[in-house]
């Protein structure tokens, strides 16, 4: 058997290239591969990867039902009514549990139907997206074979009519899956005063070693705090991008960039933009850069990325910041770390904190409270609009 998993691949140029190989062979899987050049290259990495997980649910589904997906795209067959949806019951289920329908399918006979137990639940979001990846694909692999049909317009036709009823089929199931919708904690005065208690630097509350680290904390989740910035944006700043006279800071979209050398490189997920500073932050940007960056071993003045491994000057990791918020969420009072969400404007001086530390992406927001018109961030129909500059 084909056991498809997704890789990683760093190209000599820096291009991040997800990839479907065998587990077992180490080789890309043909068709995936093509599909990832030849209709996603464009796209970033985090979001190629998504895709692939989607096939490779389909790919792991289809093993286990006996299925040559092959001989269905190219006979048109396609799949069925109870096929379909027994496809998008194994999107909503975690990869392993896939592995274990495989087992049982070798181990069971084809004319059982077994009534096993619910699957463990996904995120809604993380299921719509393997079934929108499940339909790009497969309209991907038909249009393959439409185009080999060649000049036979009555197979062409009938095998159009196939798939399209097979794709509406697949866009009538998905639309029964909504959106995840969960009451939302964000953070009040009290905890983000103990946050910030917990983040400086003297506190007997802060839970780290050594004042280096400590202030380069300190300063990461100052930007997070008042610039809303995701995760990936504050790994990606480099020192070229904080103008201290100027007190403003770039953020610029640098995709497939060779000089990082993290795998998984943090990249911005939205337009690059100019934010300015408040006085405090320019002083913590200011001593971080010049006493305690400026101590780092030299490999830090190679890459040039603004957070870095105190201890070797590589680039700071992603695992590094979810480590940071681990160590927090440890502490009396911060437990609400672990997931907190968006609280739309109205209640004053409401922060949100989403994800940091976590699987997703993680954002700090205030929402002013009063209606003064603060730099950086604009006034639309009397709402505040979060538009990723905050102060």
């Known amino acids: 058997m ?14 991040r290239i997800p990839i479907l190989i065998d587990r077992d062979a180490g080789v890309p899987l043909l068709l995936p591969t ?11 990495a985090n979001t ?7 096939v490779q649910v389909l790919l792991l589904w289809c093993h286990a039902e006996g299925i040559s997906l092959d001989d269905r795209i190219n006979s048109g067959t396609l799949f069925r009514g109870h096929e379909v949806d027994g496809l998008w019951d194994a999107t909503a289920r975690p990869i392993a549990d896939l592995g274990e329908m495989i087992s049982a399918s070798n181990r069971c006979s084809r004319n059982v139907v077994k009534l096993g137990r619910k699957p463990a639940g996904l995120a809604r979001d993380t299921v719509g997206n393997r079934r ?11 249009e393959r074979r439409l185009f080999a049909l060649g000049h036979q317009p009555d197979a062409q036709q009938a095998y159009r009519t196939a798939r399209d009823e097979l794709l509406r089929s697949l866009v009538a199931r998905s639309t029964s899956l909504g959106r995840r919708c969960e009451t939302r904690h964000g953070l ?5 005063n103990t946050l910030l208690d917990a983040i400086n630097p003297v506190s007997d509350a802060n839970p780290w070693k050594g004042q280096a680290v400590r202030q380069r904390n300190l300063l990461m989740i100052t930007l997070l705090l008042q610039l809303g910035l995701r995760r990936g944006e504050l790994l990606a700043l480099r020192v070229e991008d904080v103008d201290l006279q100027k007190g403003q800071v770039r953020l610029i979209r640098r995709p497939d960039n060779s000089r990082d050398s993290r795998r998984r490189q943090p990249v911005l ?7 300015d500073l408040r006085s405090n932050v320019v002083d913590l940007l200011s001593t971080y850069i010049l006493r305690v960056r400026a101590e780092a071993p030299s490999r830090a003045m190679r890459h040039g990325f603004l957070f870095v491994n105190l201890r070797t000057g590589a680039e700071l990791s992603a695992s590094t910041i979810e480590n940071i918020f681990h160590q927090l969420r440890k502490l009396p009072g911060l437990a609400y770390l672990k997931r907190l969400g968006k609280q739309m404007p109205g209640a004053p001086s409401v922060y949100y904190l989403e994800n ?13 409270s009063s209606s003064t018109l603060m730099n950086g961030v604009p006034i639309v129909l009397d709402t505040w609009r979060v538009l990723g500059t905050i102060f």
Request: proline content about 4%.
């Open 34 to 44: 093509i599909y990832v050049i030849t209709a996603l290259r464009s796209r970033a």
């Open 2 to 15: 084909v056991w498809p998993v997704v890789r990683l691949h760093v190209r000599p140029c820096g291009e």
């Open 48 to 54: 190629i990867a998504q895709h692939l997980i989607g």
């Open 269 to 275: 997920k939205t337009q690059g933009r100019l934010l």
């Open 356 to 368: 940091v530390g976590q699987s997703g992406e993680g954002e700090f927001v205030q929402f002013p």
């Open 188 to 192: 009040d005065d009290d905890e983000r």
């Open 132 to 142: 929108g990846a499940v339909r790009r694909y497969l309209a991907w692999l038909s």
